[in-house]
């Protein structure tokens, strides 16, 4: 059967039966750089396409529905604008930071997508620590986040960095907590082991409760990360123009805009590898006959489902709920989310060791 | 005590968004509840008085009923009304003022409507049509009555 495994398989063996292995790796290197590139541009181009349809019919409107077949081709067109468009850098702005800061950003979630299972056996670094690496990069971003705003020489640019800034670390927590309770059932930090211990059942199914609400907190945590609404206090449009990349115009805009979409593609593909199986088809119990259907499903098919589904279920948070006031983002998270995911953890920990879970 | 109030609180909360969820989701899955409508593909009939622009009303015979009387130049609030006269000689040889050319800039309308009512043979009214885009500036400047155009017979 022809799977995305076996065509890396017979790219690598092809390479070294041809050139030397040290040329193999920095040819591989190479095609898995542009690889991601090519991922980013198409995951730009569909997400927020995506976005837009998904937002219009939310809000009983009909969206794009001019260029291309019922406006499939309208992001391409935004993207073609947006080339053409001046790169302005004002006056007063520190260049080479305010330069350099989209490409921070663009990077970090670019590096987030190494250890990322997208299919069997095809990964780009299953790294014996993926987890705390995907954790430790992306709190990266924020960086980049505060260099734009700061380097912008703009005061609705500097405050929208410092809220992202805040909001950031302060939901880092909960998120890391809430990826520690897998990590407890598992035993690993290892991408590929937290996989393959979901064979007999994804973790939300596997460890009920606490697997349950380490979800419903994960996501949360996500949503704020990502800069997104109801959480979108970095932007938000009706105070601060657009936070951090108010000064941004041109690709630069669009390298921002491409990593906040790239940004939640990534932190759903942790949500869908940590809850939801990665690409491990849906396995009940002792149903052989069901069981045996479903591995006929192509293993990436099922990871893109469960990645989509998870930022469907962000962009339904989106489009309901209202914008918080910082206060109150920050109540959430120091006053209930971070009490929550601590006693939570405890309650994995017990049903960990007591074998609780199936 | 304390711990109920806490607990009750994200209970509601959690309600509350999700009601909220289950509206929008609705909306998503029910697209006959659309409401907006494909603009030039779709017309939607306007209102009876909805004003657009201003015309001079002509008959079947290239016939108006503009004397001429400048009203509605005076009644215009931003002068978006020039008339211009000249004297027709009747058969008898009588000087009679009329109407050579209505201009209108409808860059400076505001379809206020006070023309309209200040007109008193009511020979102007209010149209429907809206779609006023063109290139040039100039081109919104208009000549309203037709070339050839007369004053209707016993209109004074």
Request: charged share 15%; glycine share 6%.
């Amino acid at each position: 059967m022809l799977s995305l495994e076996t065509i890396t398989n017979n790219v690598h063996d092809w390479l070294n039966s041809h050139v030397s292995n040290t040329w193999a790796t920095i040819i591989e290197m190479v095609i898995v750089g542009l690889l991601v590139i090519g991922l980013f541009a198409i995951l730009g181009l569909i997400l927020v396409l995506m976005e837009r349809k998904v937002s219009a019919f939310m809000q009983i409107r009909v969206g794009p529905n001019r260029v291309g077949f019922k406006g499939s081709l309208q992001t391409l067109a935004d993207t073609l604008k947006l080339v053409l468009k001046e790169g302005l850098t004002p006056k007063g702005a520190d260049k080479f930071l305010f330069n350099l800061a989209p490409y921070i950003v663009m990077c970090a979630a670019m590096l987030i997508l190494a250890p990322i299972a997208f299919a069997n056996n095809f990964q780009i670094w299953d790294i014996n620590i993926g987890v705390l690496y995907i954790s430790s990069i992306s709190s990266i971003s924020v960086i980049g986040i505060l260099m734009a705003g700061w380097a912008s020489n703009n005061k609705y640019s500097l405050l929208g960095a410092m809220r992202s800034g805040a909001q950031i670390v302060s939901y880092e927590l909960s998120a890391g907590f809430s990826v520690l309770c897998i990590v407890i059932l598992t035993g690993s930090l290892k991408i590929s082991d937290i996989i393959n211990a979901q064979q007999n059942g994804w973790f939300i199914f596997k460890g009920h409760i606490p697997a349950i609400i380490s979800f419903i907190i994960f996501i949360i945590a996500v949503t704020a990360e990502t800069n997104r609404a109801p959480f979108d206090l970095a932007e938000a449009e009706s105070e601060l123009t657009a936070g951090f990349h108010t000064e941004y115009s041109g690709m630069k805009f669009a390298l921002f805009f491409l990593a906040e979409y790239v940004n939640i593609f990534v932190v759903c593909a942790i949500g869908a590898i940590l809850f939801f199986g990665g690409w491990m088809p849906l396995h009940i119990g002792n149903w052989h006959g069901f069981n045996h259907i479903m591995d006929y499903i192509p293993s990436s098919l099922w990871f893109m489902l469960k990645v989509f589904g998870l930022i469907f279920l962000i962009m339904w948070f989106r489009w309901t709920f209202p914008r918080l006031r910082v206060d109150q983002l920050l109540n959430l998270e120091w006053k209930y989310l971070l009490p929550l995911s601590l006693v939570n953890l405890l309650l994995m920990t017990i049903v960990a060791i007591m074998g609780w879970y199936f | 005590m304390f711990l109920k109030k806490y607990i009750s609180e994200i209970w509601r909360a959690v309600k509350s968004l999700l009601k909220g969820m289950k509206l929008t989701g609705y909306y998503f899955t029910h697209h006959k509840e659309i409401i907006t409508q494909n603009y030039p593909e779709v017309k939607q009939p306007l209102p009876e008085r909805f004003r657009g622009e201003v015309v001079l009303i002509h008959d079947e015979n290239n016939e108006h009923a503009c004397t001429g009387c400048t009203a509605c130049e005076l009644a215009c609030p931003n002068g978006t009304i020039k008339i211009i006269t000249k004297f027709d000689v009747s058969a008898e040889g009588k000087k009679k003022k009329a109407l050579d050319t209505f201009v209108y800039h409808l860059e400076l309308c505001t379809m206020c409507n006070l023309c309209i009512e200040a007109c008193p043979t009511s020979a102007i009214k209010m149209a429907q049509n809206f779609e006023h885009s063109v290139f040039n500036r100039n081109d919104l400047t208009k000549k309203l009555n037709k070339p050839g155009s007369k004053i209707r017979e016993g209109v004074e």
